[in-house]
């Protein structure tokens, strides 16, 4: 079945450590997106991607870090200068980067401090 | 300056009844909006999308886009306790790089 997978789908992270969350889609989209969703909040763009090997920072960008070596992989890796990095982190897809194209979302996954 | 904004509710209506949801957006650019609905603990899935003024419907469901009100709205006619969600409004906005702003989200609860 094609869509966007992502995990781990729970995380817990010691201070000082970089962790880093997969996404995988098979959808062959161009576009990825990672956004963070804190409760009783909407999503907040962290970082995007149009095509590989290219990226953007999105509102909420740091502290955290991105690659696009592959179409179908857009890693996220929330690294210690992250202070508040409890969250809920979605990947998301479409088939370009154009604005009338939907977004698809992965199942999340739900990051917490130790 | 973006920025959509939404009731974050809740909004409860019987079961049966039509509930009305409603979002605004600043940026008078946008061309796309979308609709998600979100359970509790789960990812956002798309509902409907609509570009043009007027309704889309799509069977319980129906978009309703104002862009000279910079408002679209999402009804759903014979709500079941199933539709018991959070519904995100997603808006792309041409200052923004075309990139989607999500409302708050406004919480549905259908009560039997």
């Known amino acids: 079945d094609g869509g966007i997978t992502q995990s781990p789908k729970y995380l817990f992270r010691k201070e000082g450590q970089n962790v880093t969350l997969s996404c995988e889609q098979n959808?062959?989209?161009?576009?990825m997106y990672w956004y963070r969703q804190d409760p009783g909040q909407g999503l907040r763009l962290i970082y995007y991607?149009?095509?590989?090997?290219?990226?953007q920072k999105g509102d909420i960008a740091e502290g955290y870090s991105v690659s696009r070596e592959k179409k179908e992989s857009f890693p996220l890796t929330v690294t210690s200068a992250q202070k508040n990095p409890t969250a809920f982190y979605l990947c998301?897809?479409?088939?370009?980067?154009?604005?009338?194209?939907?977004?698809?979302f992965g199942d999340g996954t739900r990051l917490s401090i130790l | 300056q973006k920025e959509v904004e939404q009731n974050s509710g809740p909004l409860s209506v019987p079961e049966g009844a039509i509930a009305s949801l409603n979002c605004t957006y600043s940026?008078?650019?946008?061309?796309?909006f979308f609709w998600y609905r979100q359970y509790s603990g789960k990812s956002p899935e798309l509902i409907m999308f609509?570009?043009?003024?007027g309704d889309k419907e799509d069977g319980r469901f129906t978009a309703q886009l104002n862009k000279a009100s910079q408002y679209v709205s999402l009804l759903i006619r014979d709500s079941q306790p199933s539709d018991s969600a959070t519904y995100l409004c997603?808006?792309?906005?041409?200052?923004?790089?075309?990139?989607?702003?999500f409302g708050p989200g406004t919480r549905l609860s259908v009560l039997p």
């Open positions: 998301a897809s479409s088939p370009t980067g154009t604005s009338n194209q939907p977004q698809h």
């Open positions: 959808l062959n989209h161009d576009a």
């Open positions: 991607s149009q095509i590989v090997n290219d990226f």
């Open positions: 940026d008078r650019g946008s061309q796309s």
């Open positions: 609509i570009y043009s003024n």
């Open positions: 997603a808006v792309n906005m041409k200052n923004y790089g075309q990139n989607f702003v």
